[in-house]
């Protein structure tokens, strides 16, 4: 069976209580499967098709074990007798646990692509900035790094805790204006391997975009990386969206000449926000990943 992982755990039901929707046609959502268990008693289980039409159908008791379904098959179960006392979970890939059971969006492309780089260059702790509720920080969490979360929403950064205290994550965390540019400040030691941000940089007063990235580079440890990703303007692909802090094509890059660029470009991409023909706004979006040079001490 594939490797599949518990999200959510529905309360055990009687004849009496098991909710109605079960007992008509329906489905699970998109990337979920359903684990039915009967513990005692027996219910009857349809599998049908988009019309409601019986395609088939069994008698699940407990000597009949868990009962898998597959995401988006059409079903329903129905109680067979009084005994009945059922059980339901839902299970999801591993890869997807942290959206399914917390709504989290999966973690940034840029960021997944970056591991293989990450493990291949010293230095485990990573800044992530203007987190949000911290997709890309529980993903480098899970994959071994020492991740500060820095967000100036404090509903995000409690968001990110419950999700921390509920999974058993460790990760260090603050409320922080990335405008004030004083990260040595809200790091432990003051400095940090690597810093990742992804789509925050708009959203910085514009006069504060060079401070501000002077003192990430500032705070980063000889040899690290950084990959900002950000919605970037010009006169032949104006960003539709209205900015404080929206950068020049190739602004960013311009600011990290001192740096080993490692991969910079501009390409066409889509916010998730979308406009009044719900069509997703679109724009150039920079990637940077650059490395500080010198030797790491
Ligand atoms: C589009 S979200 C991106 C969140 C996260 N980086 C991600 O990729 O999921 C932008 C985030 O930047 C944060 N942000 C915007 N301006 C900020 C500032 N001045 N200081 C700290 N965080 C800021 C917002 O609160 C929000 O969580």
């Avoid at 980063?220 to 032949?236: D, F, K, M």
Wanted: aromatic share 8%.
């Amino acid at each position: 069976m594939k490797d599949l992982r518990i999200y959510e755990r529905m309360p055990e039901w009687s004849a009496a209580t098991l909710p109605h929707g079960f007992r008509r046609k329906h489905r699970t959502k998109e990337g979920t499967w359903a684990q039915l268990t009967v513990h005692a008693g027996a219910l009857r289980f349809t599998h049908l098709d988009a019309d409601g039409e019986e395609l088939s159908s069994r008698v699940v008791d407990a000597a009949a074990g868990p009962q898998l379904v597959e995401p988006g098959v059409w079903h329903k179960v129905e109680p067979l007798d009084d005994a009945l006392r059922c059980g339901l979970v839902f299970l999801c890939d591993p890869s997807r646990y942290l959206e399914k059971k917390h709504g989290l969006t999966a973690p940034h492309s840029e960021v997944r692509a970056l591991l293989p780089t990450l493990e291949a260059v010293p230095g485990r702790s990573m800044l992530d900035l203007g987190s949000g509720r911290g997709r890309n920080s529980f993903f480098l969490a899970e994959h071994g790094l020492a991740v500060t979360a820095l967000d100036r929403s404090d509903a995000a950064i409690a968001k990110l805790r419950q999700i921390q205290t509920d999974e058993g994550f460790t990760l260090s965390s603050s409320v922080y204006d990335i405008n004030r540019a004083s990260l040595a400040d809200v790091i432990e030691g003051g400095v940090v391997d690597h810093v990742i941000s992804t789509v925050v940089f708009q959203f910085l007063e514009a006069d504060r975009v060079p401070a501000v990235i002077d003192d990430m580079q500032a705070v980063t440890r000889n040899g690290g990386l950084h990959l900002i990703v950000t919605p970037v303007t010009s006169a032949e692909m104006r960003c539709p969206i209205a900015f404080p802090g929206i950068l020049r094509r190739g602004e960013l890059r311009d600011r990290y000449l001192d740096w080993n660029i490692l991969r910079y470009d501009e390409t066409l991409g889509e916010f998730h926000k979308r406009d009044r023909h719900g069509q997703r706004y679109k724009a150039e979006f920079a990637t940077l990943i650059a490395r500080k040079p010198g030797t790491r001490h």
